[in-house]
């Protein structure tokens, strides 16, 4: 899961963009709207926490999201910021944001928002996917073969997490680099391919299918 943080405090920046990667997300840091767009361009977030009032101007927040609806781009927006009238919650909303923080915030709570857009975002049936012998609870980030734990690294479990969610599509692996490492360096190495290997150790061999010549897809059932 890939996270743009748009935020020019720094100290509010760094704190939260930690606490993120320690949860297992890749995260990408801008300070400003023109930093954040250049970013949108080149990668695709999972979601995007976004600060209204930057260097930009009072509302540059507002209207980098605008811009982004406006690119078609969809995933979820959690704006942050210290205003809370109900006019600019209501602004927030019509320039295309999902939910709303003011500061100062827990960062416990912007984890469960965060959680909670993601889902909104990307419904999965039930929060368990089951499939031949493999089960999977999204929630919990928790693997099962028959009534065994698996105990997958958080590379491995994020390559079974972006294929599984969205079973039949192929991802190149320069898509499965920039979305569970943040880097694309699929020209330059193997490692894609060796996490995949060890998937299909530890899952079984049907688990990730490779596709000659595109990438690895997750078999629909
Ligand atoms: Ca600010």
Do not use: C
Not at 44 to 52: G, K, P, R, S, T
Request: net charge negative.
């Amino acid at each position: 899961m890939r996270i743009l943080v748009l935020e020019d405090e720094p100290d509010i920046r760094t704190s939260l963009s930690n606490s993120l990667r320690e949860a297992g997300y890749v995260v990408d840091e801008a300070e400003r709207g023109i930093e954040a767009q250049a970013l949108t361009e080149l990668f695709e977030f999972d979601a995007l926490i976004v600060d209204v009032r930057l260097p930009d101007g009072p509302d540059a927040g507002f209207h980098f999201v605008e811009g982004l609806r406006a690119a078609q781009i969809t995933s979820p927006v959690l704006f942050l910021t210290a205003r809370d009238s109900l006019r600019d919650r209501v602004a927030g909303l019509d320039a295309g944001g999902d939910d709303y923080l003011t500061k100062p915030f827990a960062l416990e709570e912007v984890h469960a928002r965060l959680r909670a857009l993601l889902r909104r975002a990307r419904p999965l049936p039930a929060n368990v996917l089951v499939q031949r012998d493999l089960h999977l609870e999204w929630a919990a980030k928790r693997v099962m073969i028959g009534n065994e734990t698996v105990h997958l690294t958080s590379k491995e479990y994020g390559i079974l997490e972006l294929l599984a969610s969205n079973a039949g599509r192929v991802y190149s692996r320069s898509e499965i680099a920039d979305h569970v490492w943040g880097v694309d360096f699929s020209a330059e190495t193997n490692v894609v391919d060796v996490y995949v290997k060890n998937l299909r150790r530890k899952l079984g061999a049907w688990v990730v299918e490779t596709v000659i010549g595109s990438g690895y897809r997750f078999p629909q059932p």
